[in-house]
Nanobody, 123 residues
Framework: QVQLVESGGGLVQAGGSLRLSCAAS????????MGWFRQAPGKEREFVAA???????YYADSVKGRFTISRDNAKNTVLLQMNSLKPEDTAVYYC?????????????????WGQGTQVTVSS
């Protein structure tokens, strides 16, 4: 069992930065792929970024070059550094844990989710 708790969301102006944090419980945290997804009002949840148990990282094209995902297995934490934020980045951001790295971009395949944290980018 893995429990995930996100934090770090808020309101920021376009061009600004935020850092989201996801704290995980459970002894097997390091074996999971950790991902970030987001869901804007009226839209489906979409993949943002994922980090494998090693160094492999994956990003959606819309955030590549602006967002950076990192993880600290010793602290059971995964971070999402978001720079050059745009109004279209506004959404609830969710942290997820996944056993199988092959499906890192498919939300339905994730085994555990956090409760989400709101990110609002004003223009």
């Amino acid at each position: 069992q893995v429990q995930l708790v996100e934090s770090g969301g808020g309101l920021v102006q376009a061009g600004g930065s935020l850092r989201l944090s996801c704290a995980a419980s459970g002894r097997t945290f390091s074996s999971y792929v950790m991902g970030w997804f987001r869901q804007a009002p009226g839209k489906e949840r979409e993949f943002v970024a994922a980090r494998g148990s090693g160094t492999a990282t994956y990003y959606a094209d819309s955030v590549k070059g602006r967002f950076t995902i990192s993880r600290d297995n010793a602290k059971n934490t995964v971070l999402l550094q978001m720079n050059s934020l745009k109004p279209e980045d506004t959404a609830v951001y969710y942290c997820g844990a996944l056993r199988s790295a092959a499906y890192y971009y498919i939300g339905a395949k994730y085994d555990y989710w956090g409760q989400g944290t709101q990110v609002t980018v004003s223009s």
